[in-house]
T-cell receptor, first 119, second 111 residues
Framework: GAGVSQSPSNKVTEKGKDVELRCDPISGHTALYWYRQRLGQGLEFLIYFQGNSAPDKSGLPSDRFSAERTGESVSTLTIQRTQQEDSAVYLC?????????????????FGPGTRLLVL | QKEVEQNSGPLSVPEGAIASLNCTYSDRVSQSFFWYRQYSGKSPELIMSIYSNGDKEDGRFTAQLNKASQYVSLLIRDSQPSDSATYLCAVRTPGTYKYIFGTGTRLKVLA
């Protein structure tokens, strides 16, 4: 089947506008992750979902950031009132995590990312 | 202290040499460790995972874990120019499925 897909691939927006980023995980993957990667930097954890619940939202930078997931499917990351420092690549990943599994189930498969530029 | 630390590099090695990439982590009870490779402009992809102390080999790649010293390393034997990429170390937070990534080490293999 297809890998993780993200849309849009590129987004240019004006400061203060809201943006919505979408992630379609691999079918059957229960865990879904959002990361932010600024130019030349590592991956910054934002949030992860197990099913449609989010056990850890600690990485969301501010209350302008929110995310939701429908069942074990699509997730959207919303950034309200965008700021220039929000400019980055937003990466989504999914993995097959089930209670009691490890090793193979922990492999994260990344989407191609959404490149966000806030002017 | 950062939770997962890596030297940003670049680490330059000649073709055919062994490249050694290191990563240290702060949470002593961490159990799950991963190496991802990221080519410029692309998304990360998993190279290896390691859970037990010692070495784990997969082709030209060897991951080494030392929990007492809280470091994990990746050795690439017979380095090729195609290995030139950024290598990211990731550690799973114990009791969760949250992963903390290091900032990555950029490797350049010189032909």
């Amino acid at each position: 089947g297809a890998g993780v897909s993200q849309s849009p691939s590129n987004k240019v927006t004006e400061k203060g506008k809201d943006v919505e980023l979408r992630c379609d995980p691999i079918s059957g993957h229960t865990a879904l992750y959002w990361y932010r990667q600024r130019l030349g930097q590592g991956l910054e954890f934002l949030i992860y979902f197990q099913g449609n619940s989010a056990p850890d939202k600690s990485g969301l930078p501010s209350d302008r950031f929110s995310a939701e997931r429908t069942g074990e499917s699509v997730s959207t990351l919303t950034i309200q009132r965008t700021q220039q420092e929000d400019s980055a690549v937003y990466l989504c990943a999914s993995s097959l995590i089930k209670s009691g599994t490890r090793k193979k189930g922990e492999t994260q498969y990344f989407g191609p990312g959404t490149r966000l530029l806030v002017l | 202290q950062k939770e997962v630390e890596q030297n940003s590099g670049p680490l330059s090695v000649p073709e055919g040499a062994i490249a050694s990439l290191n990563c240290t982590y702060s949470d002593r009870v961490s159990q799950s460790f991963f190496w991802y490779r990221q080519y410029s402009g692309k998304s990360p992809e998993l190279i290896m995972s390691i859970y037990s102390n010692g070495d784990k080999e997969d082709g030209r790649f060897t991951a080494q874990l030392n929990k007492a010293s809280q470091y994990v390393s990746l050795l690439i034997r017979d380095s090729q120019p195609s290995d030139s990429a950024t290598y990211l170390c990731a550690v799973r937070t114990p009791g969760t499925y949250k992963y903390i990534f290091g900032t990555g080490t950029r490797l350049k293999v010189l032909a």
